[in-house]
């Protein structure tokens, strides 16, 4: 092993002692070390090499006990380790963990549905449980359950929930439909959080917050324990189910048609999920961009035109669905219908007319907690393998949201790139979604698109506007726009890594937040 | 009896209904489950195409694997199942290297024997 991790510690020599420990554990099939099958855990679309964030060994636990023997190990020899769960949301960085020649804890083994609860509706899951393997043990089992799918269906449900992903369903906010979790902390303490600190807790999957402070989100988007198991609340099919895409013709629409959801949002009517997609969006379900313009650059006029012409639809498209009772969908879509109707050129697409869409079906399908794959369709735009996601957070408004859009149309747009762009919105904010594809096999152009990310961090902080996720290569530049008050919160966070994890075997990097061995490196 | 009127109302408010069910989704959860009983029947490597591999390589229009091999092939043949130059080695190999659009598939997530498998069945000639 020859890997030098960016801190400047050569972990190698580490790993060299502690891999025949690891192997004693879990067996020698389950530690990884060999350059060759070392290479799947790369990060490969994002806009640096493909051996920037390359591990030096995984080991891949079979049980919580495994991994409670795996953190001694990584204690006593100074291996840090960064857990997955699937390890398959590549636009955030996958399987690979943020610093080079470190190693991973692969969890994809810990795949045990451990609990379906068809009365109280939820279900208790190990790390390794994707949201298609939910949905066909749901399928098997003649159950009314539905997952709450995020858009790649292989996608792990602790894994999302723990980064704070959103599903297509009224149970989208995943993060907040998780109740308990259990946790192997750094120093292999074993806790179960909320009710599931009572011994024999009959409510652990049922009330969230115990009794005392509420830690459950310190374990999201962090490097504080391995979650092993999660609780996750599951939404039972209802009586109807009616999908609806609204178009809308002209840009400045955005903004007249996030102000008219806003009520209807905020108030309750439309509890599904709201995604407004540009109709780049629309067309990387479709076609490639080169297909329009085979020379690079910004997209012409003729071929926006000529998009929303083969597409059948506009500039903006909304999707949502309704849920309820024959006579609660027919109320509602009534209303959403009637404030939509208001804006000029408003096109209404029902089950029956879009049917043979790919984006249509895709995501139709997700809405009805279908896991599946069709989003990634898009990834042909451009078809050279180069994706990150730009996700700032904005007000539920639309003089921001035409803030945002025209904020990163200039940026991109100036740096040679159209932006893919949709608004995921949720119940107060939007989470803009800048779904940037480049040509990864062009060194310029990855470099280029590398140079227009961070901008575009920094560009968006000064307005307001946050980021919620990012890819590893981009986490200390939007940690450090989070720093009201000399950074408080991050000192905070590094208070808590320095009590949880002193040695720092746990995901160094993570969200920014680096142990004290290593804090010199951050940028 | 009922009066012209009243059998041209009917009609109206049965087509009516209709219209309505056209625009919402029936449920096909009954349909799913059957589905999925049916993929645990299958032989190993056929079972593992259809819950490991279907997902971007089924034939509807917004599975991304198909459409990418779509362009990528001569013919237009995107369906993998169906491509008669493959081998085994081959499908190993880029299922544990990954092309651009193809994610590399870890032995943790899939094992060298389900592996072994799904590309047995997909290099398979006599196949339906």
């Keep these: 092993m020859s890997n030098i991790s960016k801190s400047g510690v050569d972990f190698a020599a580490n790993f060299k002692r502690a891999i025949p420990e690891f192997k004693k554990i879990v067996g020698d099939k389950w530690v990884v070390s060999d350059q060759e099958s070392l290479y799947a855990y790369r990060s490969p679309e994002s806009t640096v090499e493909d051996d920037a964030f390359l591990p030096s060994a995984v080991i891949a636990p079979g049980s919580v006990e495994e991994v409670q023997a795996i953190l001694k190990v990584a204690n006593a020899h100074k291996t840090p380790l960064s857990p997955i769960s699937t390890g398959k949301n590549y636009m955030y960085g996958g399987p690979a963990p943020r610093v080079k020649g470190t190693g991973v804890l692969d969890l994809r083994r810990m795949n045990k549905i451990l609990e379906i609860n068809e009365r109280q509706n939820y279900a208790l899951l190990e790390p390794g449980v994707s949201f298609l393997d939910l949905h066909r043990e749901l399928r098997r089992r003649g159950s009314k359950l539905w997952v709450c799918p995020a858009a790649p269906g292989w996608g792990g449900v602790v894994g999302n929930a723990l980064d704070r992903g959103v599903g297509w369903t009224p149970y989208g906010d995943n993060f907040g439909a998780q109740c308990g979790m259990e946790v192997v902390l750094a120093n292999g303490e074993l806790i179960r959080t909320g009710m599931g600190a009572l011994p024999g807790s009959n409510t652990w999957q049922m009330f969230k917050y115990g009794f005392g402070p509420y830690v459950d989100g310190i374990f999201t988007q962090s490097n504080f324990g391995v979650v092993t198991k999660m609780g996750i609340w599951l939404m039972q099919e209802p009586p109807v189910v009616k999908p609806v895409m609204v178009s809308f013709e002209n840009e400045e629409d955005l903004g007249i048609l996030v102000d008219a959801l806003r009520p209807l949002r905020v108030n309750g009517l439309l509890p599904g999920a709201l995604m407004i997609f540009d109709y780049l969006s629309e067309a990387a379900t479709e076609m490639t961009r080169s297909e329009l313009e085979p020379a690079k650059g910004l997209l012409s006029e003729k071929s926006v035109k000529e998009i929303c012409k083969r597409m059948d639809c506009g500039i903006w498209n909304l999707y949502t669905c309704f849920y309820g009772t024959q006579e609660i969908v027919d109320a509602a879509y009534a209303i959403f219908e009637a404030t939509l109707k208001k804006i000029k050129g408003a096109r209404f697409f029902l089950e029956g007319s879009r049917d043979d869409r790919p984006g249509w079906k895709y995501r139709t399908s997700l809405m009805r907690g279908q896991p599946n794959m069709g989003e990634f369709t898009q990834l042909n735009w451009i078809g050279s393998g180069g994706h990150v996601a730009f996700a700032p957070i904005l007000p539920l408004e639309g003089e921001h949201a035409m803030r945002m859009y025209h904020l990163i149309k200039k940026l991109y747009n100036d740096a040679g790139f159209d932006p893919v762009l949709d608004f995921a919105i949720g119940g107060r904010e939007m989470h803009c979604v800048l779904m940037f594809y480049f040509d990864r096999s062009n060194p310029e152009e990855r470099k280029r698109a590398d140079a227009v990310f961070r901008k575009a961090i920094f560009e968006a902080a000064k307005l307001g506007y946050g980021e919620y996720r990012t890819h590893l290569a981009f986490m200390d530049d939007v940690a450090s726009t989070y720093n009201y008050n000399n950074a408080a919160m991050m000192k905070f966070n590094e208070t808590l890594k320095d009590a949880l994890d002193p040695n720092g075997i746990l995901a160094p990097g993570k969200s920014g937040i680096w142990p004290k061995s290593m804090r010199g490196i951050r940028k | ?128």
Aim: aromatic share 6%; glycine share 6%.
């Design chain 2, 1 to 128: 009896m009922m009066t012209g009127r009243a059998v041209v109302g009917a009609a109206v408010w049965l087509l009516a209904s209709f219209h309505v069910q056209a625009q919402q989704m029936t449920s096909n959860l009954a349909e799913l489950e059957k589905q999925v009983k049916a993929q645990d029947q299958l032989p190993l490597g056929h079972r593992l195409f259809e819950q490991r591999c279907a997902i971007c390589h089924g034939s509807e229009p917004y599975h991304p694997g198909t459409r990418v091999l779509s362009q990528r092939s001569a013919n237009g043949q995107g369906s993998l199942q169906s491509r008669t130059y493959l081998t085994p080695a081959v499908v190993k190999a880029v299922v544990r290297n990954g092309l651009p659009q193809m994610f590399p598939f870890r032995a943790v997530d899939l094992s060298d024997q389900d592996l072994d498998a799904i590309a047995n069945y997909v290099t398979d000639r006599s196949k339906p």
